[in-house]
């Protein structure tokens, strides 16, 4: 039954959900293969609202050799920026009034496998900050937290903005920037 939801699940997210045969989307799929199959720890999907960014990064996770550990995506842009720490990196009993107790992020819980980072241009810079590290140096520290945690996931960021201009502008990290755009799939 495992094998069967397994199957079904990746026969979902199949390439055959993203359509087109057009020169530009033959050369998505490609890209989706290629990031599949290497394990690329870091992908960046850029596109307009609408083009199949969620769907390329299911695409990626579901091909890969992680596609047994979780995939878990988060919405940069629907969550407050007092809670999106707290959700990416979980907290210690204690760290604040209401944290009666320890709570895994969603670093911690996708272990092994992939973090979606949705409308990444839209989280904030001390934030950014705190994702640069993750990348640099593979681990993470929980709110409240004295020790910090390896973290072996695949990080997918997407945006509909333009980021080389928010960098020029100020409001996104130049360093987080180059480091995201390593394997880079425009839709």
């Known amino acids: 039954e495992v094998d069967y939801f397994r199957r079904e699940i990746r026969k979902k997210y199949d390439y055959d959900n993203l ?17 599949a199959e290497t394990d690329a720890k870091i992908v960046l999907v ?13 695409a990626i996770h579901y091909h890969s050799a992680r596609s047994q550990a979780p995939f878990i ?8 920026d007092n809670l999106l720490e707290n959700e990416l990196f979980g907290h210690e009993r204690g760290a604040y009034t209401d944290a009666q107790a320890s709570h895994k992020g969603i670093f911690e819980a996708a272990a092994g496998g992939t973090v979606f980072l949705d409308e990444i241009g839209d989280m904030p810079l001390p934030m950014q900050a705190k994702i640069l590290k993750v990348i640099d140096s593979k681990k993470f520290r929980r709110l409240g937290g004295s020790k910090d945690r390896d973290v072996d996931v695949r990080i997918i960021a997407a945006t509909n903005q333009d980021l080389p201009g928010m960098v020029k502008d100020g409001q996104f990290r130049g360093d987080l920037f180059f480091r995201l755009n390593v394997m880079n799939i425009p839709l």
């Open 46 to 58: 850029l596109g307009e609202s609408g083009t199949g960014k969620q769907l390329v990064a299911r």
């Open 19 to 35: 359509i087109g045969n057009s020169p530009k989307m033959i050369e998505v799929f490609k890209m989706i293969k290629v990031c």
């Open 73 to 80: 995506e988060i919405n940069c842009a629907a969550i407050p």
